[in-house]
Nanobody
Framework: QVQLVESGGGLVQAGASMRLSCIAS????????RGWSRQVPGKEREYVAA????????HYGDAMRGRVTISKDAANGTIYLEMSNLKRRDTAVYYC???????????????WGQGTQVTVSS
């Protein structure tokens, strides 16, 4: 069973930047695409970004396009989500995800972390 562990959430003021991290317990075809999605209670999940573990191909959703950068550090098995110019509407639980395919990580990833809360205050 793949375990994904997020870190880096917290409370920030609007306009600030924040970096989230996610480490996976294993790397395989099942976790070829690693990504981030977010969810506000009572609302639908939003896909944020994804990166391929081999090659580092990136893909971004509309939710935070232009304000986020996804990256990876293969040496320590970690992916990162750098978020800038955070807005109150970015307040959500951010989940690390993994799936064999890009379509999967965008729509309904096979593997999910427990999530980390990001709260943006005005």
């Amino acid at each position: 069973q793949v375990q994904l562990v997020e870190s880096g959430g917290g409370l920030v003021q609007a306009g600030a930047s924040m970096r989230l991290s996610c480490i996976a317990s294993q790397h395989s075809d099942d976790t070829y695409w690693r990504g981030w999605s977010r969810q506000v209670p009572g609302k639908e999940r939003e896909y944020v970004a994804a990166i391929s573990w081999t090659g580092g191909v990136t893909h971004y959703g509309d939710a935070m396009r232009g304000r986020v950068t996804i990256s990876k550090d293969a040496a320590n098995g970690t992916i990162y989500l750098e978020m800038s110019n955070l807005k109150r509407r970015d307040t959500a639980v951010y989940y690390c995800t993994a799936d064999p395919n890009l379509h999967g990580v965008v729509t309904n990833a096979r593997h999910w972390g427990q999530g980390t809360q990001v709260t943006v205050s005005s």
